[in-house]
């Protein structure tokens, strides 16, 4: 496509629910980032994949966060039994390959309410 | 790892004054250091990048930023806004070797009024 897609724009779910959310990045895009936009914390990083591999899972806050990418391309991040402290703004980003200069072309997000 | 720190939440400003975002950085190793900014319910984009040479660098939509080594200072300057320019904006910084991760400052809101 264009560019970065998130499905869906909005989610609100029951504490205690398990959530899925969709990253679609951009045709031919290697690099893979999932980010968490809280109100007044900026950008918290949470996992990186390069293809269908993920090396650097290490900014996912707790066990109850995963996520995959199948066929390098589609990626979904899993909340299993979401806390209201997970409520946020996750944003996918891609980008051609994963090196340092390599612009992040981002997603528009996914805002996840947890009452 | 690398740390970035934006100290101001909020830059209220009136359309068409000079304004100035700060960004300082801490780092072990030498970084490439980003901009990007969010307007009002859209994605990020990058505004400008600074990755060698010239320590003065120009982005898009008349913005530019200045790397300062000795002060590890990335500021983003503008000598005139408008109202058009009301965003939040990110510092960002990253090593250059390989894979490392993007790391971003808290950011900035720019608000710009007549």
């Known amino acids: 496509g264009a560019g970065v897609s998130q499905s869906p724009s909005n989610k609100v779910t029951e504490k205690g629910k398990d959530v899925e959310l969709r990253c679609d990045p951009i045709?031919?895009?290697?690099?893979l980032y999932w980010y968490r936009q809280s109100l007044g914390q900026g950008l918290e990083f949470l996992i990186y994949f390069q293809g269908n591999s993920a090396p650097d899972k290490s900014g996912l806050p707790s066990d109850r966060f995963s996520a995959e990418r199948t066929g390098g391309s589609v990626s979904t991040l899993t909340i299993q039994r979401t806390q209201q402290e997970d409520s946020a703004v996750y944003l996918c980003?891609?980008?051609?390959?994963?090196?340092?200069?390599?612009?992040?072309?981002f997603g528009s997000g996914t805002q996840l309410s947890v009452l | 790892a690398q740390s970035v720190t934006q100290l101001d939440s909020q830059v209220p400003v009136f359309e068409e004054a000079p304004v100035e975002l700060r960004c300082n950085y801490s780092?072990?190793?030498?970084?490439?250091l980003f901009w990007y900014v969010q307007y009002p319910n859209q994605g990020l984009q990058l505004l400008l990048k600074?990755?060698?040479?010239?320590?003065l660098v120009k982005g898009i939509n008349g913005f530019e930023a200045e790397f300062n080594k000795s002060q590890t200072s990335f500021h983003l300057r503008k000598p005139s806004v408008h109202i058009s320019d009301t965003a939040e904006y990110f510092c960002?910084?990253?090593?250059?070797?390989?894979?490392?991760?993007?790391?971003f400052g808290k950011g900035t809101m720019l608000l710009v009024s007549p």
């Open positions: 980003a891609s980008s051609l390959a994963p090196g340092g200069n390599e612009k992040l072309f």
């Open positions: 780092s072990s190793v030498s970084v490439y």
């Open positions: 960002a910084v990253r090593a250059p070797s390989g894979y490392s991760t993007l790391t």
């Open positions: 600074y990755l060698s040479g010239s320590t």
């Open positions: 045709s031919g895009h290697t690099a």
